[in-house]
């Protein structure tokens, strides 16, 4: 067996894991393969963290089964090792993946090619152990090398520089989130309708929590977005809080309102003598927006819900969608009555793949008027949105747009 390489303190656990567990296993090589899948190497757009995680998880259930391990290195990269199971049972997983990926180049790279960069290697370890081990030791060395440059970036950094939030700045900030005064933080930003040919028209406004507002007022040193965890959990934290806000600073609102809720908030008793209050003021429709990732990992707990709220007035729609994995949620059985989609150039990509192709497909089938375009930054995303038959839009552009009807009236 190869001498050790020495595990830097602090190495990146994901690294750390691998070459450990590469180390212990020259006892054990028999019937075990491994697969080295670079997602590092896809475009940008492609190496997203929803994308990195969707990814890691296809191999969740063959893991279980197969006393395998799944390692999510740094760089975003994932090695699967499982015993006893065939080349083609874990290939069906990473078709799956070349698919997800489909309009990448790296995933039209044969992994027998003698192309430098490839989608995946594969190791049959009791023929290929010393190539795998080999491999885990320069992942450790190149993990260590973006620890050293990362330090050497935050030594570089000018003074000015935001700290990233950390549970010990969140410790210090919770207590101020749980009391101070919400209504100054409280934003809203219009839905409209934007058919083809007709001038923009305002048909709801999205009511959120400004964590911008927050951290100027609070914490105006601190990147509250530099950990999406913690910046999820400040989320959960204002959620019971705006949802007891909303009969006082919606129940004069015309329009139609949405608000990000979590499954378990709806299902809070808080919801219902909430919900009570709001309908004393006004018997509009309200539309709770559930995050697909939440919908997925509790379908009947959503299917519950939803209907649920349909009969307290309330609609539902599935947020968080993008071009990557719209095709890939089953909303035949969701069956949300508003899908957000979110805008990215990948969208409006016009070269052919497979994904392309069930994307356009997935939206094409879409109830009409159930499809919101959000984070609409410009022109390009409506121009899209329209050719696809979307008529509802949310963002910058939409704001443009209204404030130059506004002026011009």
């Known amino acids: 067996m190869q001498s050790r390489v020495a595990k830097p303190e602090g190495l990146p656990s994901g690294e750390a894991l691998l070459l450990d567990y590469a180390e212990r296993l020259a006892k054990y090589l028999p019937g075990r393969r491994a697969v080295h899948i670079h997602l590092s190497q896809l475009q940008p757009v492609n190496r997203r963290e929803h994308h990195l995680r969707m990814a890691s998880s296809a191999f969740d259930a063959l893991v279980r089964r197969a006393q395998g391990q799944n390692f999510r290195l740094g760089n975003g990269d994932i090695v699967v090792v499982v015993k006893d199971v065939t080349v083609s049972e874990i290939d069906d997983i990473v078709l799956r993946l070349r698919f997800m990926f489909g309009d990448d180049p790296l995933v039209h790279v044969p992994d027998d090619s003698n192309e430098k960069i490839k989608f995946c290697d594969w190791y049959d370890l009791e023929l290929q152990y010393p190539a795998f081990l080999a491999k885990a030791q320069s992942l450790s060395r190149a993990a260590q090398a973006r620890k050293e440059a990362e330090r050497n970036a935050v030594v570089a950094a000018p003074v000015q520089a935001k700290t990233p939030l950390d549970p010990l700045r969140l410790s210090k900030l919770e207590p101020v989130a749980a009391t101070a005064d919400l209504k100054p933080l409280l934003r809203r930003r219009v839905l409209a309708e934007l058919p083809t040919g007709s001038a923009v028209k305002p048909v709801a406004t999205e009511l959120m929590v400004s964590l911008e507002a927050l951290a100027q007022r609070a914490a105006p040193d601190v990147d509250l977005r530099a950990n999406r965890h913690l910046l999820g959990y400040l989320h959960g934290m204002f959620e019971r809080r705006l949802l007891a806000t909303v009969p006082e600073v919606d129940g004069n609102v015309p ?154 009236a």
């Open 255 to 408: 329009l139609s309102t949405w608000i990000s809720f979590s499954l378990r908030t709806l299902m809070l008793p808080d919801f219902v003598a909430v919900d009570d209050k709001l309908r004393v003021a006004t018997r509009k429709p309200m539309v709770a927006q559930i995050h697909w990732e939440d919908a997925l990992r509790d379908v009947s707990g959503f299917l519950f819900v939803r209907d649920f709220l349909r009969v307290r007035n309330w609609q539902v729609a599935l947020a968080g969608l993008s071009a990557a994995n719209y095709a890939m949620v089953d909303h035949g059985t969701l069956e949300p009555d508003f899908l957000k989609l979110e805008w990215d150039a990948s969208a409006a990509d016009p070269t052919p793949s497979r994904r392309r192709a069930a994307f356009l497909d997935a939206l094409d089938r879409a109830p009409p008027g159930s499809v919101v375009l959000c984070d609409c930054t410009g022109p390009e995303a409506i121009a899209f949105g329209r050719s696809v038959r979307i008529t509802l839009f949310q963002g910058r552009a939409v704001d443009a747009l209204l404030q130059s009807k506004a002026t011009a």
